[in-house]
Every structure is written in C-alpha cells, then in structure tokens.
C-alpha cells in the first residue's frame, strides 16, 4: 500500500532556542531562506506524500499560515509588477493540510496517537522536522524510504550511526542481519542510560509505520523522561511485523540544537549559487 500520509509532530516548545522561539515557532526558523518546516514538507512531496498532518499546539499558528495562500502579500508584489516565485511550494493543495493540537506536551507517542483518526487504516509517514537531512534532488531521506518499503513492508525507520557517548539522547536500535542498506531491527530502547545502548545506531526522525501501532500508543505507559515515547510502541511491533533500519545516504543536521543549526545554515548558504563563494571566502578569511 502506498504511503499517502505523512505527520508532522511541531508541538515541542523549542526551549533550546529561547528567547527566538518565544514568539516563533522552532519549526519556522529558517536554513538559508527557507523555513525547517518546509524542507521537511517538501521532503515529504517528493517521496509522493499528498497528506500532510501537522501536530500542533498552541503558538504554532505560523505554520499554519505559512502554507496558506497570503492574499495581500501576493496582490502586493503582484500591484508593484515583483516576483512571487519564492513563494512557490509554500501553498499545500487544499483539504491537503491537516492540523491537530495537542494540547498537552505529553510526548512524541502521545502526539502521533492525536492524529490516529486521521491515519486510520494505512501505513503512514513520520517526519521530525529538526532531523534535517539533505539528500541528492530527488533522492531525499524519505524518497529512500518509501523505496526502501516496496521492497520491506512493515515499519521502517531511518537509522543512522552516532558516537556511542550520544546514544542517551536518542531511540536507539538493537541491530540483527544487515542487507545493504537495510537493517533488520531486533529491539529498540528510547533514551538509553549511558553505557547501556545496544548499538551506536539511532532512530534518526524518519519513520514509516503501520497503523497498528496507534492501537499501541493508546495505551501506552509513559517511558523515558516521564513521557509516551513512541519508540516503546514500536517496540511492541518487533517480531510481529517486518521491522527494519534504512541507512540514509546524505548528510543530518541536528537542527535541535544550536550547533547543528549552524552547521547546515552554513552548508547550505556555501553551495548558495548567489552568495556561496563569497561567503567562503569571507570564511577563510575570518578563521
Ligand atoms: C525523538 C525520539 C527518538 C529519536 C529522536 C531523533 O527524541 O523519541 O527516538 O531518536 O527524536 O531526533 P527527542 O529528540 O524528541 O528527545
């Protein structure tokens, strides 16, 4: 069955970033000129998604609006004869932007069960959009997935390998037999204590999962950090259906924390066909 539908969790306060979260939401900051959200949108597109649920919460109306159609802006550039082709991709296909609050911040779980009527009965998509992964056009983290998953089935997630004293901080996956880029999944711990991981190899925020696992986070307690941690319902899936790790040929950034932010604002605006060399240069010159 295709993957037609993807969820968006955005409901997290961004409290890292304090005091530019304050009034904005973390998924709008932007990598160059174009906000964290819409990378993970278009990211979505491409893999052939049309669905696209976002879980929101409150001071997240940005998001929403961002893609909308903005009326007065476009008549505006329009009335002074100016461009508004860098608002192209920006407006989603209508009926195809679903929003869903959360309402409480009670974990990654919690907030992919709030868009469960919506799945219904297919597999879907899960995309984190501070994971901001880069691929080649047209070969994006998800596109590998969904590939990946006319091969697999069952629940794929996107594995990727991480210095093992960084493994507290993520889902990590306990590894069977490797097949080229495919991993088979054995076990899964959400937010190891240090030196107990199974493997360096974590779940990186991109997911492609069957329904089934709804009916598990219903009822799922609350894990790591006191919250409903999705990766203990997936757990729960292992062994019953196919569940196996994609390594992700392209580059992660953490856009979670201010270090990886930087980093891919910087990559990105070095390969800027407008400003790129001159900003190496500058680079050069400032280190
Ligand atoms: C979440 C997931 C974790 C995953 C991580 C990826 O954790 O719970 O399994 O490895 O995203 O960034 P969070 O970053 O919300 O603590």
């Given at each position: ?61 940005a ?63 899960i ?17 590998q ?30 590894p ?40 598990l ?20 899936l ?32 070095c ?7 001159e ?9």
């Amino acid at each position: 069955m295709t993957i037609r539908k993807a969820v968006f969790p955005v409901a997290g306060l961004g409290t890292r970033f304090l005091p530019a979260t304050k009034a904005v939401p973390k998924e709008m900051l932007p990598i160059v000129d174009r906000p964290l959200i819409q990378y993970a949108v278009d990211e979505a597109l491409e893999a052939g998604i049309e669905t696209m649920i976002f879980v929101t919460g409150r001071g997240k109306m940005a998001i929403e609006d961002h893609f909308d159609l903005a009326y007065e802006l476009e008549r505006t550039q329009a009335d002074r004869g100016k461009s508004v082709a860098a608002l192209e991709g920006t407006r989603l296909t209508p009926g195809n932007a679903i929003f869903i609050r959360q309402q409480e911040p009670r974990g990654l779980g919690h907030a992919i069960w709030c868009a469960r009527d919506v799945i219904g009965d297919e597999p879907f998509a899960i995309i984190l959009p501070d994971e901001f992964m880069v691929g080649q056009p047209g070969a994006g983290c998800m596109k590998q997935m969904v590939d990946a998953y006319d091969r697999t089935g069952g629940n794929l997630i996107c594995a990727l390998e991480v210095p093992i004293e960084d493994t507290p901080s993520y889902g990590v996956l306990d590894p069977g037999t490797r097949d080229g880029t495919l991993t088979e999944v054995k076990g899964l711990v959400e937010k190891p204590a240090k030196g107990t991981a199974p493997s360096n190899l974590i779940v990186a925020g991109r997911y492609i999962l069957q329904p089934e696992v709804m009916d598990l986070l219903a009822t799922q307690e609350a894990g790591a950090g006191g919250e409903v941690q999705l990766t203990d319902s997936m757990a729960k899936l292992i062994g019953k259906q196919p569940f196996h790790g994609v390594t992700f040929d392209g580059e992660r950034y953490d856009c979670g924390s201010k270090l990886g932010f930087a980093q891919a604002n910087f990559a990105l605006s070095c390969r800027d066909a407008a400003m790129g060399d001159e900003l190496k240069r500058w680079a050069k010159a400032l280190l």
